[in-house]
């Protein structure tokens, strides 16, 4: 079964937005504030899996894909690093309190910028980590850095895995929704083991 968006299969989605509206989408997911609501995963899968069916070329569907993460990203960045003091004023700001920059910079610091590169494969996180890098003071050197690396590994990792999948399994579309859920388990399972070690360092 493909999975749908308001009735429209997915892979129909997709194919609509074209190139632009790839590039346009996985940079509002990766930094936008507003990015969050948008299927970043999804998105990468189905059009690697579209570019094995012959609808996009792999290489532009790559480079774009990449750049639009990586560009996205440091748009959040300077959002949180532009925006930042002005939201926050005194002992509360209009988004982000006191307790909220704290807890960033702390966040931070335990697990360092580690955060920038596990936060790419994990949903709604991916679009607050750079806002958050900006907002927590990250220098912006150690950002960049890492920003490129997850960049690299999520935006050609993910596409291309579908571009693969697609080449040697036929109606791999049929698949969509299980192969995504597995994708999202496996990719956050870092993540998710950082914070379970150092609650048990903790206890």
Request: charged share 10%.
């Amino acid at each position: 079964m493909i999975p749908d968006l308001f009735g429209i299969p997915l892979t129909d989605l997709v194919q609509a937005a074209g190139y632009l509206g790839i590039f346009a989408i996985v940079l509002s997911e990766s930094g936008l504030p507003f990015g969050f609501i948008f299927p970043g995963d999804t998105l990468l899968f189905v059009a690697g899996l579209l570019a094995s069916q012959g609808v996009f070329n792999i290489w532009i569907l790559l480079f774009l894909t990449t750049s639009a993460a990586v560009i996205g990203d440091t748009i959040g960045y300077w959002t949180g690093s532009y925006f930042g003091p002005k939201l926050f004023q005194g002992k509360s700001g209009i988004f982000f309190t006191e307790r909220t920059v704290r807890k960033t910079e702390a966040f931070y610091a335990r697990y360092g910028v580690r955060a920038i590169i596990f936060a790419r494969f994990v949903p709604t996180v991916r679009t607050f980590v750079p806002i958050f890098a900006g907002l927590g003071s990250m220098r912006y050197r150690t950002f960049v850095t890492y920003n490129i690396v997850g960049g690299v590994l999520w935006g050609t990792g993910v596409t291309y895995l579908g571009y693969a999948l697609g080449n040697v399994f036929p109606n791999l579309e049929h698949y969509l929704l299980p192969i995504i859920v597995a994708i999202i388990i496996a990719s956050s399972a870092p993540l998710l083991y950082e914070v379970w070690q150092s609650r048990t360092k903790k206890s």
